[in-house]
């Protein structure tokens, strides 16, 4: 397998090498994104293509350690899911002062449909010891992050119940088709519900572990610091809603305008949506939400809204989850600009006439 | 004259009844603005157009009421300034909750040569009253606001010591020609500094006052109502300083970049711009700042940048006046969105090779 890309065609590039890119706003129109068009984060180059007889470890603090092929893991019976995955930098630059870190803007987030084996399937072959206290989990990808002296590899540990969900997977197809490289080819763990790090790329690799994990990805980076010392880890992903048409900057003719787009959370599903046309106190009004193909999928909302009169307007929309949480009109900065759904304003201008 | 417009060639109409127009991105190139560009911020529609018979009063707490013709004003020695000007609400749509009123983005401002008379000869010749507290200017404009149960016009008040600064002027010209009817015509205020609702235009009459002026858009409009219930009036211009080139999203070869934009501020000169590229605690640096070529006019800046490398950064610039008055990451929120001077980043796209 050649290195893929480039991706400007594809995508809104934010860092070519290693390749971070957004999804372009037409992208978003559709529910599944494609995979060509799916929004890229990597923190090292792509590591090579592998085939089907690369080897899947689990060890660490089990019974019995295992080893899969990608072809031993195809001939098993698969799950597949649909399963919306945002990064948990997507909207960093809407911090002020801005973060250190890929100037991500508010197309960090897709959604696709993952067909694979339930991790927890997995764990009960190798049977996780009682000591241990989480999965970790190895990517082929590495280079250089803090302070090692040598490379790295991108390493993530997932508690122990978010690894034995029945929805975690280890993935071998993204919408129906062998995983691109870019998308972690030929394994890639999917934890549906929390920010894109826990999904890890270029799987080689499962460890019960009877410590928690400090590596890099878990503990320098991929936690809410915040300005007065405290912090926490970045796992599961707050409740956003999107507009995805009219795009930004959009300039329509007169007459009702149906406004649609995305609303999602890690927390639960979707209670309401709701949008604002200009400022002031009480000008939210609920958006029609349905039913998502999947639990783990966004929700499609409506708003049909008629404009005032020509001009440019300021277009708002918040979700609100079944925990309760409600999008925030300023998300609490944190030193390396995770999590932010804030409330995002689209523009668009109305012509006379 | 005929009613002008339309405006949207040559501005980003905000709002086209009365017309709200903000400038486009190629005209804050220019040091000044032209008068076909500048942009335009009105509370009704456009008065009719006069002729230099139009008369001038000034009356009240004054020994001695005067009335000028415009052609009688015209005959005066003149006064020229560059003068920049601000709208209160420009950035109004960048505070979060979302304010009522117009929704400005972020370029309401521009700059013109304005011609006239200074305000403080006039009030000399008419001879204040010693108990006068301030001046209040009357424009022809009218209509409906708050809570008056007829039309009403525009109206401002400012303090004495204001309106005896020998650079506020009665205009009669801007950019060295007549001035246009959106811009004022025949007669305009002009307060150096101050935010833009203060250069009250169409201006018909001067009135010295014995008590403080409390008309619509002077105390219920025009204020920072905050949330803990205290307000100030909205007087001088905050510092800011703004990216002119490139333009925001502009996509540009490798290379070094001159960054080139304006800074002002209505407390004082100008004494430090710094630019940041990308986030994090320690990233700004200085720019050069030149000497503005009247010192109510904005001072150009440039930074010489080296992009890092392919992909999408962020920019951001800050202007420090010599009031000690420095940009901030967030303005503080107040209920009408005035003076949000917050930093405002720009984006751009270094292309491969």
Chains 1, 2 share one sequence.
Request: charged fraction near 20%; hydrophobic fraction near 35%; include cysteine.
């Amino acid at each position: 397998m050649t290195h893929p890309g480039p991706f400007e065609d594809s995508h809104r590039v934010i860092r070519p090498d290693p390749v971070n890119a957004e999804v372009r706003p037409e992208a978003l129109w559709l529910e599944q994104t494609p995979a060509e068009r799916f929004y890229i984060r990597s923190n090292f180059p792509f590591p090579p293509g592998t085939g089907e007889d690369q080897p899947l470890r689990l060890g660490g603090a089990v019974r019995q350690a295992r080893e899969w092929t990608v072809g031993a893991l195809l001939e098993r019976v698969q799950r597949s899911l649909v399963v919306t995955t945002e990064c948990a930098s997507n909207g960093r630059t809407g911090f002020a002062p801005t973060p250190e870190g890929e100037p991500w803007r508010w197309s960090a987030v897709s959604t696709a449909e993952w067909t694979g084996v339930p991790l927890v399937e997995l764990l009960e072959e190798a049977d996780v010891d009682p000591e241990a206290v989480a999965i970790l989990f190895t990517g082929r990808d590495r280079g250089a992050a803090g302070d090692a002296s040598g490379p790295i590899h991108f390493q993530r540990s997932l508690p122990l119940e978010k690894a034995r969900d029945p929805d975690t997977l280890v993935a071998l197809a993204m919408n129906g088709a062998p995983i691109p490289l870019e998308h972690g080819a030929p394994l890639r763990l999917i934890v549906p519900g929390w920010y894109g790090m826990a999904s890890v790329k270029w799987l080689e690799s499962i460890e019960a572990i009877t410590q928690p994990f400090r590596g890099h990805f878990q503990h320098a980076r991929y936690r809410y610091e915040y300005t007065d010392g405290s912090s926490a880890p970045v796992t599961v992903m707050r409740p956003r809603a999107i507009i995805t048409d009219p795009v930004n900057n959009a300039r329509l003719p007169a007459g009702t305008v149906r406004i649609r787009g995305w609303a999602w959370s890690g927390q639960g599903p979707i209670d309401a949506v709701e949008v604002a046309v200009g400022g002031g106190d009480d000008v939210w009004q609920p958006a029609r939400v349905e039913v998502p193909s999947s639990r783990h999928a966004w929700h499609r909302w409506t708003f049909d809204w008629i404009p005032s009169g020509p001009g440019l307007h300021i277009l708002r929309c918040r979700a609100t989850d079944a925990s309760g949480d409600r999008q925030p009109d300023h998300a609490r900065w944190n030193r390396h600009g995770y999590g932010n759904n804030a409330i995002h304003p689209t523009y668009v201008e109305i012509s006379a006439g």
